[in-house]
């Protein structure tokens, strides 16, 4: 994740809901991420090529609840 200015954003073409984009990033909203959210409230991981994550997947929708 990369920080613009206060826009938290990565990488990658326009999301599975049309959302915004930002000089070529995908824009993370934190009202629908919760991963968002927290980077937004000072938490957070630094996300490397080599970290080990279990996604549990959504049934509906593109994050866990």
Do not use: F, Q
Not at 16 to 44: F, I, Q
């Amino acid at each position: 994740m990369i920080w613009l200015g206060n826009v938290l954003v990565s990488p990658g073409e326009g999301g599975v809901y049309g959302e915004r984009t930002l000089d070529g990033y995908r824009v993370w909203d934190p009202y629908r991420s919760k991963l968002a959210a927290l980077y937004v409230l000072g938490g957070g991981m630094d996300l490397t090529p080599d970290l080990r994550v279990l996604y549990l997947g959504a049934a509906n929708g593109t994050t866990v609840s």
